[in-house]
């Protein structure tokens, strides 16, 4: 089966830059993918990594080491409306589960 | 931008009643989903379609649930009678390709009272 492990909370203020990891337990790991949710809202698609390294898109980069099994999010240049939820998802092949399996979210506030 | 649409946006019920929920995917998307969040919880799998079939379910997914595609465009999720613990925010996404980039609608939260 899988687990996924990621911070229920992190805080942070307006302009610095947050970390938000992301470690997984699955031998048939088929990369990991960061979904961001506000509050009420529906999960919306962020960044995927399928090999290891950073990807980046704009103020977001995700970075992952498959021979560590984790990852994490990067948010640069905060800004308030970066409070939102932040899920990791992976696929877990070694269940057969084809489908994203998302993990508890952390919680992301950013303050003035 | 292409959206993924859920009706109803809220539905409240009696424990005990059916309830269906709606979902127009994306028009070119083949794999569509439906996932469910307990309020503050995380997004949990139900079940997936593929090709006019169910690809695969979780252990949520039992025989008081099921899904259709009546027609070209809809996708819809049927709970036959409602418990207390169905209430939840209910999401409806769809892909391409079945891979890791879901796209997702913006919810139909159901009460069961």
């Known amino acids: 089966g899988q687990s996924l492990e990621q911070p229920s909370e992190v805080t942070a203020v307006e302009g610095a830059i947050v970390q938000i990891n992301c470690t997984y337990q699955?031998?048939?790991?088929?990369?990991l993918s960061w979904y961001q949710q506000h509050d009420g809202g529906a999960p919306t698609f962020l960044s995927y990594?399928?090999?290891?390294g950073l990807e980046e898109t704009g103020r977001f980069s995700s970075f992952l080491s498959r021979s560590d099994s984790y990852g994490y999010l990067l948010l640069q240049e905060l800004q308030m409306k970066d409070s939102a939820s932040y899920f990791c998802?992976?696929?877990?092949?070694?269940?057969?589960?084809?489908?994203?399996?998302f993990g508890s979210g952390t919680r992301l506030q950013v303050q003035p | 931008e292409p959206e993924v649409t859920q009706t109803p946006s809220h539905q409240v019920t009696q424990m005990g009643q059916e309830v269906i929920l709606r979902c127009v995917p994306i028009?070119?998307?083949?794999?569509f989903y439906w996932y469910r969040q307990i309020l503050g919880q995380k997004v949990e799998f139900l079940v997936s379609?593929?090709?006019?079939?169910?690809?695969?379910k979780s252990e949520i997914f039992d025989d008081q649930f099921s899904v259709e595609r009546p027609d070209g465009s809809n996708f819809t999720l049927k709970i036959r009678s409602t418990k207390l613990e169905d209430s939840a925010m209910y999401f409806c996404?769809?892909?391409?390709?079945?891979?890791?980039?879901?796209?997702f609608g913006a919810g139909s939260r159901l009460t069961v009272l």
């Open positions: 990594n399928g090999l290891d």
């Open positions: 996404a769809s892909s391409e390709s079945g891979a890791n980039v879901l796209t």
């Open positions: 028009s070119n998307h083949l794999y």
């Open positions: 379609f593929y090709n006019n079939e169910i690809s695969e």
């Open positions: 998802a992976v696929r877990d092949l070694d269940t057969g589960r084809r489908a994203l399996t």
């Open positions: 699955t031998s048939g790991f088929y990369g």
